[in-house]
């Protein structure tokens, strides 16, 4: 299988349990990310001079935490999308490193899906994990992302496109990452009792941005025995994730349902059957 992402930890936030089981059970698990994530917050103060608006560097430091994550997962087979640094983190929508020339926001369409077709043609996975049209949540890296794992997996296949990215190859299947609406607002009611006034940086569930209606939900993959690796690989990311938090001291049910449970949306490859979630990413392949 292969997982593209935009910025280091995306990878272990919405999808590393389920990394972790498919190393566990002997498949193979290649992870691309599109940039370095330069633009992101640092949550450790001794590390505070790495942002981008001070001395910058937050990106090869993300570079190391990233490696630590996937030694964590057990995944061995991590590529750069272009090659690292080939493009920047565009940071959120709306702000002007959206118009850097060097950002992924402006990457020319056409060559970022000729890079991934590589990986693709190289690796040849079955299944492809990518992100829905809105990236999630709206984050422009996000939705380029979607925009160029959508196009390679079309072009991948096709021996007219991209004839010297290697021998053409179709996956079988194409998942988007989900998170059921149902459960975030379940995570947003129990962080409320924690004491948490905000949770998510809205005001009310209603306000929620992000999260996929339950009906939409194809696939939930338990990866719950596989759950301290993935916090082992939140842990590698003490610039961006606070595992201590708030966020981390939900009840078991909602945070297992949260981290150990892990939902896709199957948009290419078959349907499940009426009513019935599929339970493994490869089922049908």
Known sequence: MLLVHA?????????????????A????????TCTLGEEGEILVPELAHLASDKEGGLGDHRIGELTAAMAALGVTDHRWLGGAGRWR????????????????????????????????????PQVVVGYDDNGGYGHPDHIQAHRVTVGAFEAAGDPQRYPDAG?????????????PRSLLELAYNRLKELGDEAPFGVASPDELTFGVPDERITTAIDARDHL??????MRAYPTQIEVDGHFFALSNDVGQGLFGLEHYRLVIGGRPDAGELEADLFAGV
């Open 167 to 179: 021998e053409p190859w179709t996956p079988s299947k194409l998942y988007e990452t989900a998170v």
């Open 25 to 32: 059970d002997g498949a193979g698990v290649t992870l691309v």
């Open 7 to 23: 910025h280091p930890d995306d990878e272990t936030i919405s999808t590393g349990a389920t990394m972790a089981k498919y190393v």
């Open 89 to 124: 983190d565009s940071g959120m929508m709306g702000t002007p490193t959206n118009d850097r020339p060097d950002c992924f926001w402006q990457a020319d369409l056409d060559a970022a899906i000729g890079e991934l077709v590589r990986v693709i043609r190289e690796v040849r």
């Open 228 to 233: 301290p690796a993935k916090v082992a690989a």
